[in-house]
Structures are given as C-alpha cells and as structure tokens.
C-alpha cells in the first residue's frame, strides 16, 4: 500500500525479504535473477533465483542475454514466463515466429518446458521440478506457463477495443482459482464453510493492512534520498542536507 500510494518508504527492501523490489522496465529482472543465482553458485549455496516475466518480456534482448549467460555458466535459475496470450495490446502469435515460448529455451542450450498455467498443481509440480535441478547443481530451465489475462491490462486499459468478448467469456472458464475450488471439492478437501471462513479472514486481514496504511505518519523529506544508495554520493548527500535544512528539519 506504501508502494502504491507514493510513499518511498514502499520500496524500502532493507530488511529480510528475499525479493527483489518491483521493477518497471519490461525484463531486465532476467539480469537481476542471473547476478543472483552467480551469488548462489560463488557461495556453494544450494538455493535457486526464480524469475517471473510475461510472455512480451521474452522479446527483449534481457531476456535472451541473461539467459544465455544462465545456460553457459549452469547457474541455479528458473525462468517463468507467464504467458497470458497479450502483450498489453499485442497478442502472442504477433511477438513470436515460435511455436512456444518454452522453445526458445533451446538457443541457451536449457531445458524449456510448457505447462498448463491455470492447473495449480501442474504448475507447482513442474516448477518444483525445476527447482530442485538447478539446486543440485544441473543449471537453468525456462517454464513456460500457459494461461489467459482476465482483465484489462492496467487501469488506463480497455481490452474490449482489442478482444473478443467470446474469447475472454471462454477463458474464464478455465480460471485457476475456479478450477483449483472444484478439484478441493471433488477431493472433499474444501467445503461452503471453508470458503466463507477463508473469505472472512482475508477481509479481515485487508482490512487491518488498510487501517495501518492511513494510521501510518507521513513520510519525511529525506526518504526521497534514503532508499537510493546504501551510500549516498557526496552531491545527493549535499542536496539532502539543503532540502532538510531549508525545511527546517535539518
């Protein structure tokens, strides 16, 4: 919510969190996970970088550059594209000559595997799959992940200009958390009361994440410099020093 509204403090990734903080450039994250999983394999740790991307990310030359590097120095990393079948307004047989885009796996010389991405279980199973080749020291795979964008692509979107209402009425049929609800069911693993039950707890817990958010006291003028640098450069720290100062908070 931090993030969301502005506030710097939402990028704050200091602490012991494990990911990396959101990124806006359209695949340079495939780098970030490489250096990464280089760390990984400098140390002897037996632990795995996981990347996410969308299926118009696998055009950028990030893409195929950190892969490539992935594949010739077999580090741990696992490339998952998220392939929704839209490139904002672009759809999939558009951006690629390929017929998959697990395919493209091949140019690095690593595996490359396409699942069905709206079976939650298909997904963790090869992904975990994955996971576990790379922590044993066996180098990258690329996941393709096949699934659908339910919705506009951000809020300044309308993909009603673009798709087909029949299209995205057919998808929603094979929507994960519809499917995943019914296999439960089926399985008697799942019932109304647990669904009510969960559905209450997670309002619950939204609720309380809001209440925090807007009881949080406003960010002060120096976190537009603090979250840059785990130093700050000497002509940022003077500019630091005169906006406080001239503030009156110096």
Known sequence: LLYWSGDERG????????DFPIAVPIASQCGHAVGVGFAFQYRRQPRVAVVTLGDGATSKGDFYEAMNTAGAWRLPVVFVVTNNQWAISLPARKQTAAATFAQKAIAAGIPGEQCDGNDILAVRDCIGRALERARVGDGPSLIECVTYRLSDHTTADDARRYRAQDEVSAAWALEPLARLRHFLVDQKLWSKQDEETLLADNQAAVNAA???????????????????????????????????????QA
């Open 11 to 18: 990028s704050d990734f200091a602490g012991p969190r494990e």
């Open 210 to 248: 809001a209440a925090d958010y807007l009881a949080t006291p406003p960010q002060a003028l120096s976190t537009l410099f603090d979250y840059l640098y785990a130093e700050l450069p000497a002509d940022l720290a003077a500019q630091r020093q005169q906006l406080l100062t001239e503030r009156g």
